[in-house]
């Protein structure tokens, strides 16, 4: 499972008094381990789309921290950040190309828009922006 991996990566950093990437580990876990704790509060399984998801929403956080930071000129914390965000990114699956968005559309008896990002969600969640295939089904209905 992926947070096993974390877990690993965040020991290993931990072993190498690597201040920066162990701060990063331990928020990506902590923040698994509450929502692993929902899930199991509603009876469902934790999985690694979960942690995909949770991955994306630090990645949002890291990136306006930044941008944040960027604001006031602290360049080491901007530095330290782009650092974290660079592990976390290692993390995520790559992304959908528009031509594989449009290629899986294809492949669909019912392009709806509904249906279409029904099926991205269920079948592609974290390797796909919902934006991006509703803009590739949006010119692909033109």
Do not use: W
């Given at each position: 499972?992926l947070?096993?991996?974390?877990?690993?990566?965040?020991?290993?950093?931990?072993?190498?008094?690597?201040?920066?990437?162990?701060?990063?580990?331990?928020?990506?876990?902590?923040?698994?381990?509450?929502?692993?704790?929902?899930?199991?509060?509603?009876?469902?399984?934790?999985?690694?789309?979960?942690?995909i998801?949770?991955?994306?929403?630090?990645?949002?956080?890291?990136?306006?921290?930044?941008?944040?930071?960027?604001?006031?000129?602290?360049?080491?914390?901007?530095?330290?950040?782009?650092r974290?965000?660079?592990?976390?990114?290692?993390?995520?699956?790559?992304?959908?190309s528009?031509?594989?968005?449009?290629?899986?559309?294809?492949?669909?008896?019912?392009?709806?828009?509904?249906?279409?990002?029904?099926?991205?969600?269920?079948?592609?969640?974290?390797?796909?922006?919902?934006?991006?295939?509703?803009?590739?089904?949006?010119?692909?209905?033109?």
């Amino acid at each position: 499972m992926l947070l096993d991996d974390i877990k690993k990566a965040g020991i290993d950093a931990l072993k190498a008094r690597d201040k920066v990437a162990r701060a990063i580990y331990e928020v990506v876990i902590n923040k698994c381990q509450v929502a692993m704790i929902d899930k199991r509060g509603e009876g469902k399984e934790f999985t690694d789309t979960d942690v995909i998801q949770i991955l994306q929403k630090v990645v949002k956080e890291l990136t306006e921290e930044r941008e944040n930071y960027q604001n006031v000129n602290n360049q080491e914390e901007v530095d330290n950040i782009s650092r974290q965000l660079e592990i976390v990114k290692g993390y995520l699956p790559p992304m959908m190309s528009e031509s594989e968005i449009a290629e899986q559309i294809n492949k669909l008896d019912d392009k709806s828009i509904g249906n279409v990002m029904r099926y991205f969600k269920q079948n592609f969640a974290g390797s796909v922006d919902m934006g991006q295939v509703q803009a590739v089904l949006k010119s692909m209905q033109k």
